[in-house]
């Protein structure tokens, strides 16, 4: 059993969803409202629990109801909270989320996952040491990013770090990280936008464009390799991108080659956006290997 420790924010979703985007000034009636849990690293961790890997999540909740909450669902997709922690007088981060005109608007607060600092990581250090493979994402303070690719390396396990939301990262932690997966408007402000084919052919195997319905770019040393994507009828999207990097850090720590983890990602990210919500659709892994 692969086992990967996810370093990363745990937030409540609150999903608005409307015909289209309204307009600034404007007024419009949505079609429904739902609260689901949420946080690039929570669906991560979630998503790699559904796969079949021993996940371990490192991160911070509020002291309110939607802490609760979110912790009660990680134990229930059987995430092993231990370094999860509560902090007292601050809210459980939410990220607010309209669905119209089939795609997602997204406006993330932080609350408690400004919280996941290096001294929360430095209590996990032990599980990370033993681990296949950390996965990390932006949403957390930039030091920690920064502190995780040092212990990673010192330790000599593959760090992938998912660099979202978008911002500059030293080329240090670029570096150090094993994989980085990026979209296309994170790879333009992680490269200072320069040709991003140029910045395949720097970093092969290493950087691996997610491209959505097109499928993912990367380079293999070689030659640039694209690697598509299957085709379903989207229902929700939130949530894809993390599918995919959760499913393609359980295939590559449990030894599959690039493509091949790529195109396990790739399924796994594509029955995830047929369901509602972040984790919603997030598959199992019987579910992916019949679909492959």
Excluded: W
């Excluded at 079949?52 to 509020?62: R, S």
């Excluded at 660099?163 to 980085?180: G, H, M, T």
């Excluded at 796994?268 to 047929?274: R, Y």
């Amino acid at each position: 059993m692969a086992k990967i420790t996810v370093i990363g924010s745990s937030s409540m979703d609150l999903v608005v969803t409307a015909p289209k985007r309204p307009s600034k000034g404007e007024t419009i009636m949505g079609e429904s409202f739902k609260t689901v849990p949420g946080g690039k690293g929570a669906n991560q961790a979630v998503a790699a629990a559904r796969l079949g890997a021993k996940v371990y999540m490192v991160g911070c909740i509020g002291d309110d109801a939607f802490g609760k909450a979110i912790l009660e669902n990680f134990k229930k997709n059987q995430v092993v909270t231990t370094y999860v922690e509560p902090v007292t007088g601050v809210e459980s981060g939410t990220a607010h989320i309209t669905l119209a005109e089939g795609d997602n608007s997204i406006i993330v607060v932080k609350g408690a996952n400004d919280y996941v600092t290096p001294e929360l990581v430095e209590k996990a250090l032990d599980i990370i040491r033993e681990s296949d493979i950390v996965l990390i994402q932006q949403e957390i303070p930039e030091e920690t990013v920064e502190y995780v690719s040092e212990k990673c390396h010192e330790f000599g396990v593959r760090l992938l770090l998912n660099p979202a939301p978008a911002r500059p990262i030293r080329k240090e932690v670029i570096e150090k990280a094993a994989y980085i997966t990026p979209n296309e408007h994170e790879a333009s402000v992680l490269f200072d936008h320069k040709d991003l084919h140029d910045a395949l052919l720097e970093y092969p195997n290493k950087v691996f464009i997610t491209e959505g319905k097109n499928g993912v770019r990367f380079h293999n040393g070689k030659q640039e390799v694209v690697v598509p994507s299957y085709p379903v009828e989207a229902v929700d999207t939130t949530g894809a991108g993390d599918t995919f990097n959760a499913a393609f850090a359980v295939a590559l720590a449990e030894g599959k080659g690039f493509e091949e983890s790529i195109r396990f990602a790739n399924r796994a990210a594509s029955l995830s956006v047929t369901k509602f919500g972040a984790q919603g659709g997030m598959p199992t892994r019987e579910e992916v290997e019949e679909r492959m």
